[in-house]
């Protein structure tokens, strides 16, 4: 192997074992499991491949099938052993077991499903009062807005006809599925709120048109966004979402010294292929190089930002 690619798939290589061994919070696989699992897909992927392709697209095809892979093992495990407790972290001390997840994405519930779905609602409340303390939305609010939204879990919709709850592969998904959708039912009754308060005559008194925080300007809302907030994003996701608003040359150079961290700038102007790649010779000055490699990496790095904004 090329010894200047040895770096790239060492920490690629980490990478993967770690998104199998913790696809998810909550789950965590045994590192022998985690470390075989995670060489069968990089081999699988290496042979789909006749000639490697881009560094950031080869690496985002892998921690997604990562992702993918460890979660669906997880699961089967689960089923084959009647045991859903298999494979949680037994650090995550966020409640206090695993629910059946095939129950609670069984559409004719019979009375296993029924005391699922029962255990679900207390379980799924102290997380979601608190995302909507946090929204403004309290008291009898929140718990109208919290039960509305759990109705939501099992209804079916879209052009799949599929229900919230039938699109997680392991139970530990539920809590930041369920946040989300409370998130966005949240900002609608803000809105709604918002709205009816703008109106006239519906004011209560002079002091909630001026004191309440509800009457201030609406600004947006970073987890209204239909990827969530941009913080908690991953780069397979981020690239997934915004693959065409840079060019390979662009994803090549982000992911070397941003991601994978390859690479220093430095080192990158020292690659003959780079070089050619922004149209430099090896006899250019370096302060002609970097200038040249800091403008291509501002520019991305805004369109980046741009997508993500969009």
Known sequence: MDGNKLPFFEKLWASCYFRVRCPV???????????????????RLMSRYPTLPGRSEFSAALLDEAHEASRYHVRVDRRENGDHQLHHDPEDQRYERNLNLDHLQTREQGREGEREWNDLAPLLKPFGLAILHRKGVRDQDAEDVFMETFAELPRPKGSDNKAPIETIMVFEE????FTKMLQFRAIDWRRKQSALKNQPNTQHSFDELTDNPDNARQFEDES????????????????????????PLEWELIFAIYVAQTHTMGELLQEEEILKKLSLKPSDSTSK????????????????AAALQN
């Open 174 to 177: 539920v809590i930041p599925l």
């Open 25 to 43: 919070e909550g789950v965590r696989l045994p590192d022998e499991l985690a470390e075989k699992l995670a060489r069968e897909l990089m081999e």
């Open 224 to 247: 209204a966004r239909s990827f969530g907030d941009v913080a908690h994003l991953g780069f397979d996701r981020i690239y997934n979402l915004c693959e065409e608003a840079l060019s």
């Open 289 to 304: 190089k970097r200038r040249i490699l800091n403008d291509l990496l501002h520019e991305a790095l805004r369109k980046l």
